[in-house]
């Protein structure tokens, strides 16, 4: 166990429906990061936030969206959602944003959407 | 940009074999980290190992050993003696302190490894 944990494990939506995905960090840590991993794209940096603030951006698409609120959780927000949304989606935390902090991840949220 | 590659896509052994899990980056900077992880068929993503671009002693972990090779770009795993719990994705990922990369991974596709009894 990682110690971080998101919620919920699955989720089934249908096309053009929004959805929020939840990640608590480790307790102590400081940054959380979102990857997304699919089957043609493999496993891919999201986008980062440190201690509140958005830290660094990856291939967010426009239609997601997240935040870390003031206690340290984040949310990723997908909308508009599209068959290619379907993914599993992995929240990580480690105790700084810098380079050589290892990431410690959570279960993932696996997304299907019909 | 950075890059990571995986060559192997797949591999299967019989219990007991040793394996090694091949690893090439590619980044234009300096200092820069690398790190393998695990994801075993329940789907998470595990912790193995991180290591740092100026540290290139090989390190070994029970039967879990590493080489780093800069001159190469190359960061292999190998698992001594496999064992069937062994079975899982393994990802090489790359970490560069450049820019405003942050700590952000990248990872390769990975490397599928089933172990057979």
């Known amino acids: 166990d990682s110690g971080v944990t998101q919620t919920p494990k699955h989720l089934i939506t249908a096309t053009g429906q929004r959805v929020t995905l939840r990640c608590s960090p480790r307790?102590?840590?400081?940054?959380v990061y979102w990857y997304q991993q699919s089957l043609d794209q493999g496993l891919q940096f999201l986008i980062q936030?440190?201690?509140?603030?958005?830290?660094a951006k990856g291939n967010i698409l426009e239609r997601f969206s997240a935040q870390q609120f003031p206690d340290l959780h984040s949310e990723l927000n997908l909308s508009s959602l599209e068959l290619g949304d379907s993914a599993l989606y992995f929240c990580?935390?480690?105790?700084?944003?810098?380079?050589?902090?290892?990431?410690?991840f959570g279960p993932g949220t696996r997304l299907t959407v019909l | 940009a950075q890059k990571v590659t995986q060559a192997q896509t797949e591999i299967s052994v019989v219990e007991k074999e040793d394996v090694t899990l091949d690893c090439v980056y590619e980044?234009?900077?300096?200092?820069?980290?690398l790190f393998w992880y695990k994801q075993p068929p329940s789907g998470e993503l595990v912790f193995l190992i991180r290591?740092?671009?100026?540290?290139?002693q090989n390190e070994i972990s029970g039967r879990y050993s590493w080489n780093f090779q800069k001159s190469t770009s190359s960061f292999n795993f190998t698992i001594t003696a496999s064992q069937v719990v062994d079975s899982a994705v393994y990802f090489c990922?790359?970490?560069?302190?450049?820019?405003?990369?942050?700590?952000?991974?990248?990872f390769g596709q990975g490397t599928i490894l089933t172990v057979h009894p």
């Open positions: 990580a935390s480690a105790r700084q944003g810098s380079t050589y902090n290892e990431q410690f």
């Open positions: 936030y440190y201690n509140g603030e958005e830290r």
């Open positions: 307790s102590g840590d400081l940054s």
């Open positions: 290591r740092n671009s100026f540290d290139e």
């Open positions: 980044t234009r900077d300096t200092t820069y980290y």
């Open positions: 990922a790359l970490s560069s302190a450049g820019g405003t990369s942050y700590g952000k991974l990248t």
